[in-house]
């Protein structure tokens, strides 16, 4: 149930509705926006359906909530949500995804040693990207593949931080590492194979760090809006959505890319969504024209793989931009970037 206040409603009008629904064992979402202040009710609403909510001084109206999730939706949350990364550490330059935001998050995909991702991070914040991404710990469909350098490739992409003050992005598979994790990265990334590990997604929710929350391989739109609400359910509201293509019978690319699920997203939901075509694609060609297509469907930001030397990269080099090829990426997707009014 939302419930909207008039124009002219007073914040006493607003704290008595709060106080007597949660005095029926209800919690409360407030969402106080530029036009409107929006109250979500959670929690089991048998339990005021005979409250006259509609006649409590400063309501305007009530209505029902269909959906399944609550404090993802638009309905809650009608202004879009803007999530800043890399605040309040020293030497950072923070960024701004969703609304009128544009951030480009680019790196390998695995953090292999200290010089490659310092490198590799000064040669991406040149072509203009705004984040460095790296794994740490790397979800192998192969036990025999690397798995990443753990807590000394956390070590290292903080290295590539204080080098060029971009905020780190990094992935967190084990609830025991959230906190770890958490301490080093800016923003940790749940990845597509653990979007529904769902102690994975209480855990995170309860850290204060945004989340970067993949979409699983055969995830719909609506579980991963159910995995977001876990999040924001622990309390933690910077939750930042990623399509990373899924699973179809198409096999002339690792995934099939659907972009539709970006407007979608963002007229079910406040939370920015951003567009991963390195893994959607599993090889290079094509990682710009499929960019382009995600900036025209209104994505917040993209996150692309780049290494300095794709042929010796311990995980996707196949699908890895060199920093050349990412240079000339950047300077292709800005105009697209610009002609939807967002700001990179
Ligand atoms: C990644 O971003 O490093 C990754 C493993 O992606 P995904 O979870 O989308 O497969
Ligand atoms: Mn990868």
């Given at each position: 149930m939302i419930i909207v206040l008039a124009q002219e409603s007073t914040a006493e009008d607003r704290q008595h509705i709060v106080d007597v629904i949660k005095t029926h064992g209800l919690d409360v979402h407030i969402s106080i926006g530029k036009e409107r202040t929006i109250i979500g009710v959670i929690g089991d609403e048998s339990k005021i359906e005979?409250?006259?909510?509609?006649?409590?001084?400063?309501?305007?109206k009530v209505m029902q909530v269909?959906?399944?999730?609550?404090?993802?939706?638009r309905e809650f949350h009608p202004d879009s949500s803007v999530i800043t990364i890399g605040?309040?550490?020293?030497g950072t330059v923070s960024t701004k995804i969703g609304g009128e935001h544009f951030s480009v998050i680019a790196g390998?995909?695995?953090?292999?040693?200290e010089e490659q991702i310092i490198a590799t991070a000064i040669a991406v914040k040149k072509a203009g990207a705004t984040a460095l991404r790296g794994g740490a710990f790397k979800p192998r469909t192969?036990?025999?593949s690397f798995q990443g350098h753990g807590l000394e490739g956390l070590k290292m992409l903080s290295a590539a931080r204080t080098a060029t003050g971009l905020p780190v992005v990094t992935e967190v598979m084990d609830t025991r590492d959230v906190e770890l994790v958490s301490e080093w990265a800016d923003v940790i990334q749940v990845g597509a194979r653990n979007m529904q590990n769902f102690n994975l997604l209480r855990e995170v929710g309860i850290s204060r760090k945004p989340v970067l929350l993949k979409r699983g391989l055969a995830a719909t739109i609506e579980d991963l809006l159910l995995s977001a609400e876990y999040i924001l359910a622990g309390g933690n509201e910077e939750v930042i959505l990623c399509e990373r293509g899924i699973r179809t019978f198409?096999?002339?690319?690792?995934?099939?890319?659907?972009?539709?699920a970006i407007p979608i997203i963002h007229e079910l939901s406040h939370l920015p969504i951003i567009f991963d075509p390195s893994h959607s694609l599993?090889?290079?060609?094509h990682v710009t024209t499929l960019s382009c297509a995600a900036i025209g469907a209104g994505c917040d930001g993209l996150m692309i793989e780049v290494h300095l030397?794709?042929?010796?990269?311990?995980?996707d080099g196949p699908q890895c931009l060199t920093a050349n090829q990412f240079e000339k990426c950047m300077m292709k997707l800005k105009p697209f970037v610009e002609l939807t009014g967002k700001k990179l």
């Amino acid at each position: 149930m939302i419930i909207v206040l008039a124009q002219e409603s007073t914040a006493e009008d607003r704290q008595h509705i709060v106080d007597v629904i949660k005095t029926h064992g209800l919690d409360v979402h407030i969402s106080i926006g530029k036009e409107r202040t929006i109250i979500g009710v959670i929690g089991d609403e048998s339990k005021i359906e005979n409250l006259p909510l509609e006649i409590f001084s400063g309501v305007e109206k009530v209505m029902q909530v269909t959906k399944p999730y609550k404090r993802v939706s638009r309905e809650f949350h009608p202004d879009s949500s803007v999530i800043t990364i890399g605040a309040n550490r020293d030497g950072t330059v923070s960024t701004k995804i969703g609304g009128e935001h544009f951030s480009v998050i680019a790196g390998p995909c695995s953090v292999e040693s200290e010089e490659q991702i310092i490198a590799t991070a000064i040669a991406v914040k040149k072509a203009g990207a705004t984040a460095l991404r790296g794994g740490a710990f790397k979800p192998r469909t192969s036990p025999y593949s690397f798995q990443g350098h753990g807590l000394e490739g956390l070590k290292m992409l903080s290295a590539a931080r204080t080098a060029t003050g971009l905020p780190v992005v990094t992935e967190v598979m084990d609830t025991r590492d959230v906190e770890l994790v958490s301490e080093w990265a800016d923003v940790i990334q749940v990845g597509a194979r653990n979007m529904q590990n769902f102690n994975l997604l209480r855990e995170v929710g309860i850290s204060r760090k945004p989340v970067l929350l993949k979409r699983g391989l055969a995830a719909t739109i609506e579980d991963l809006l159910l995995s977001a609400e876990y999040i924001l359910a622990g309390g933690n509201e910077e939750v930042i959505l990623c399509e990373r293509g899924i699973r179809t019978f198409e096999k002339a690319y690792r995934n099939t890319a659907d972009l539709a699920a970006i407007p979608i997203i963002h007229e079910l939901s406040h939370l920015p969504i951003i567009f991963d075509p390195s893994h959607s694609l599993g090889k290079r060609t094509h990682v710009t024209t499929l960019s382009c297509a995600a900036i025209g469907a209104g994505c917040d930001g993209l996150m692309i793989e780049v290494h300095l030397n794709p042929e010796v990269a311990l995980s996707d080099g196949p699908q890895c931009l060199t920093a050349n090829q990412f240079e000339k990426c950047m300077m292709k997707l800005k105009p697209f970037v610009e002609l939807t009014g967002k700001k990179l």
